[in-house]
């Protein structure tokens, strides 16, 4: 029976962390480094740098005047949120080489990208949680799923038949662990771990729908937890709280956030979600 | 605390019922091409992409059912005519899944004037297929028409799958909205179905009451 841990070794090699996050990371963790030096490094990747540049013409940043350079980008946005900016526009098309046939990654991205949109709407609302981080956080959090659909795909199967076979009392996380002994949360962790993300992507991505596990990044994760079933409502267009998984009461303590907000932000991420879509999926 | 499991009515007991914890009640799942009827005070569910579930139910003694059903393609077989009406031979299973819940409440006591509809599914859950739910909407809604079957109310069409969970009883419905995680496995086991009834036509008579 194999692990979290083995599922995410069997994918090495298939799944990169892109070279240019890499590099951005390395220049932002440097003191040395200028943030000339992080433009720099963006602008060695062509299509890296017309897309940083139309993410920082979009509505998701709303600046005054044009952004036309990079270094002028990376001014505006902040050297450490290029780093998370950069993991964010290059994941989806890292993972092209994992495909599955239980989801299609139109519908899975959708979906995460609804989830990073509400997280950073979150996110501003409360104010004491980094906006770019948690879009990424949102943006990662399922990741585990793509990697179990792929390795493992008759077990994933096996997973979602359960969760509709209960009427969906059970959620797919746990079908998985009664499955495989782990869920997609754990896998998500274990990439997290391998690619030497940040401790907040790590916990948020492995503790989502188990908030009582993470430690040190408990706010973060309770609103990328809210987030989750949220982007749920906008895809399916419904404010009912029984269309979606349960909200864990602890996530409303721990944001210090309440049910009043989910109208809003199912609405600020169904009104975003097609201009964003094409940003950071590459889709025209 | 749970109640006993009620009785199946004789031609049901193969049906997997289960108890629903959250909301304390037992339901019985029906499958692509599979039907369900009750006397008694307990649920039917099912999940649906493209497919349709009519249920139905005698509103005076609470006695009905949901049956679960899609038409397959056209085979280009069936002749002219029946093709300038839209009823291509794939409404033949349509009729049978419909007279086969409708026989299956009768035949425990529903009366046919007491008969209310309520109809859920054909979503467009694929893209770049053809609409084959709104093919079976069609269907279904000419069929009530044409029996003169009173319809109270409907959930269909849109891009979602969904569950819908039925009390014969109290006449209500659920339906809930799935996210599209569930698409593909959802559309396999329809595909399943459809591939199936196509392999065994369906032959011989319907009693009609």
Known sequence: MSTANDLVKDIRGLVTLPHVYIQIGRLVEDPKSSSADIAKAASQDPSFTLRLLRVANSALYRFPSAVETVAKAVAIIGTSQIRNLALSMSVASSFEGLPNELVSMDNFWRHSLLCALTARHLARLIGRCDPDALFTAGLLHDIGELIIFNRLPEQAKESLLMVLDSDEQIQVHQAEQKVLGFDHGDVGGELAREWHLPPLLEECIACHHDIARSRHHRRETALIHLANAIAIMAELNSLDPLDVPPFDPAAWELTGLTPDCIEPAVREAQAAINEVERLFTGRQ | ?209
């Open chain 2, 1 to 209: 605390m749970r109640p006993p499991l009620p009785p199946a009515l004789q031609g049901f007991e193969h049906v997997r019922r289960t108890w629903n914890d959250s909301q304390e009640f037992y339901s019985a799942r029906i499958l692509p091409g599979e039907y369900y009827v009750t006397r008694s005070d307990e649920a039917i569910s099912t999940t649906l992409g493209s497919c349709i579930a009519a249920c139905i139910r005698d509103r005076v003694s609470g006695i009905g059912g949901m049956n679960h059903f899609m038409l397959p393609a056209s085979t280009g077989a069936e002749s002219d005519s029946w093709k300038a009406a839209g009823l291509g031979i794939g409404t033949r299973y349509g009729n049978f899944a419909m007279e086969h819940l409708i026989n299956g409440i009768l035949r425990n006591g529903g009366l046919r004037q007491n008969l209310e509809v309520k109809i859920f599914g054909g979503g467009r859950i694929l893209a770049n297929m053809t609409d084959v739910g709104m093919r079976n909407i069609r269907f279904v809604r000419e069929y009530l028409k044409m029996e003169n079957l009173r319809l109270v109310a409907e959930d269909v069409g849109d891009t979602y799958p969904r569950m819908a969970i039925y009390f014969p009883a109290s006449g209500k419905a659920r339906v809930k909205r799935l996210r599209s995680l569930h698409n593909n496995v959802i559309s396999i086991q329809e595909k399943r179905y459809v591939e199936s009834i196509i392999e065994k036509p369906v032959a011989g008579d319907i009693e009609l009451f």
